[in-house]
């Protein structure tokens, strides 16, 4: 039971109060919806920042992008596998690998949101390629 506790108090701090404040879930199973919506807001913050990134671009830094994004989706999904490993059969699984889904994504999004605000003259700033 403490270590339910542990894994559901790390999950809220790891989100953010904001995340955690939003869910008002009693059981496991609203907490795991919970981090499933969680984990779709993440998302769907990622693929924007990324649709708005690929805009500004050229074409060699867009199929650069891609390929990157591409190896970094699997490598996401496999890390939280692992973090997951713990609570393998458990209720709490589909919670701590949702909620470490959400935390690598929007460290994902952070980045690419990072690519669109280059400084002037910083030449290893993807959102400088244009081409």
Do not use: H
Not at 93 to 101: D, I, K, N, T, Y
Not at 113 to 124: F, K, S
Request: glycine share 10%; with cysteine.
């Amino acid at each position: 039971m403490v270590r339910a506790f542990v894994v559901v108090a790390a999950f809220g701090l790891a989100l953010g109060p904001a995340a955690a404040a939003e869910c008002r879930g009693t059981t496991q199973a609203d907490l795991n919806a919970c981090a499933d919506s969680d984990l779709k807001r993440a998302d769907a913050a990622m693929n924007a920042a990324y649709a708005r990134l690929m805009k500004r671009i050229g074409p060699q830094a867009q199929a650069g992008l891609k390929e990157a994004q591409r190896a970094w989706l699997p490598y996401r999904d496999r890390t939280c596998d692992l973090e997951a490993l713990g609570t393998t059969g458990g209720s709490a699984q589909p919670m701590v690998r949702a909620g470490c889904l959400a935390a690598l994504t929007q460290e994902r999004t952070k980045r690419l949101a990072g690519y669109l605000a280059c400084e002037e003259g910083d030449l290893a700033c993807v959102g400088n390629l244009a081409e």
